[in-house]
T-cell receptor, first 112, second 112 residues
Framework: ETGVTQTPRHLVMGMTNKKSLKCEQH?????MYWYKQSAKKPLELMFV???????ENNSVPSRFSPECPNSSHLFLHLHTLQPEDSALYLC???????????FGSGTRLTVV | GQQLNQSPQSMFIQEGEDVSMNCTSS?????WLWYKQDPGEGPVLLIA???AGELTSNGRLTAQFGITRKDSFLNISASIPSDVGIYFC???WGGGADGLTFGKGTHLIIQP
C-alpha cells in the first residue's frame, strides 16, 4: 500500500467506449498528477492539479479529460480512444515536489 | 523542456555483482531523485539528493549528486534477485513549476 490507490488495475476498452480511471490519496498531499507510461519512453506528464486547480495539460488530446473534485480524488475520463493510447496510466501525489511524488500502482489500459 | 539521458538502457548481471547507472543533463538540476519500479507496480522513491556533491546511501544503494549539478549516479552493491526492476532518475529544475523530469529508465535483469 503506497498511500495512492488506483482503480481499476486493468482495463480493456473498445475505441467507442467511455470509461473512467480513478485515483485516491489520503496522504494530505496538495497536488495530484496523471502520467502515461509507454514502453521505452520516459514517463509523460499529462495533467497536474494543485489545490484542485489544473495547472498543466501538456497538449494532451481531448479524448482524455481529467477531473479533480477534491484534494483526495482524481479521475481521468476516457472516450473514443485509439490503440496507441494503450499504456500504463499512473497517478501520483505530492506535498512538496522536491520531496518527490508518491505513485499509485497504475491502471494497465488496453484499447482494442 | 528539460531532458535527462539515463544509461544504460538495460543491464544483464549475475547475482552478487555490483551495479552502476547514471543520468546526465545539459541543464542544471536542483534536486535529483531515484525511483525503482517493480513489474506491474508504480515507481517507488529510493533516494533523494539536494546538494551538489551529496552522497547518500539507503542500504545497499548509494547515489550521488554530481558536482556540476548536471548528473547523478546510482550504485547497487551485491545485487540480489529482488533488485530486478526498472530504475528511474528524476530531476527538479528551477522553481519546480514544471514538476519532475524523468529519465527513460534502466532495466535491471539478474541472472541467478
Amino acid at each position: 500500500e503506497t498511500g495512492v490507490t488506483q482503480t481499476p488495475r486493468h482495463l480493456v476498452m473498445g475505441m467507442t467506449n467511455k470509461k473512467s480511471l480513478k485515483c485516491e490519496q489520503h496522504l494530505g498531499h496538495n497536488a495530484m498528477y496523471w502520467y502515461k507510461q509507454s514502453a521505452k519512453k520516459p514517463l509523460e506528464l499529462m495533467f497536474v492539479y494543485s489545490l484542485e486547480e489544473r495547472v498543466e495539460n501538456n497538449s494532451v488530446p481531448s479524448r482524455f479529460s481529467p477531473e479533480c473534485p477534491n484534494s483526495s480524488h482524481l479521475f481521468l475520463h476516457l472516450h473514443t480512444l485509439q490503440p496507441e493510447d494503450s499504456a500504463l496510466y499512473l497517478c501520483a501525489s505530492s506535498q512538496e515536489v522536491s520531496r518527490g511524488y508518491t505513485f499509485g500502482s497504475g491502471t494497465r489500459l488496453t484499447v482494442v | 523542456g528539460q531532458q535527462l539521458n539515463q544509461s544504460p538502457q538495460s543491464m544483464f548481471i549475475q547475482e552478487g555483482e555490483d551495479v552502476s547507472m547514471n543520468c546526465t543533463s545539459s541543464s542544471i538540476f536542483n534536486t535529483w531523485l531515484w525511483y525503482k519500479q517493480d513489474p506491474g507496480e508504480g515507481p517507488v522513491l529510493l533516494i533523494a539528493l539536494y546538494k551538489a556533491g551529496e552522497l547518500t546511501s539507503n542500504g545497499r544503494l548509494t547515489a550521488q549528486f554530481g558536482i556540476t549539478r548536471k548528473d547523478s549516479f546510482l550504485n547497487i552493491s551485491a545485487s540480489i534477485p529482488s533488485d530486478v526492476g526498472i530504475y528511474f532518475c528524476a530531476g527538479l529544475w528551477g522553481g519546480g513549476a514544471d514538476g519532475l523530469t524523468f529519465g527513460k529508465g534502466t532495466h535491471l535483469i539478474i541472472q541467478p
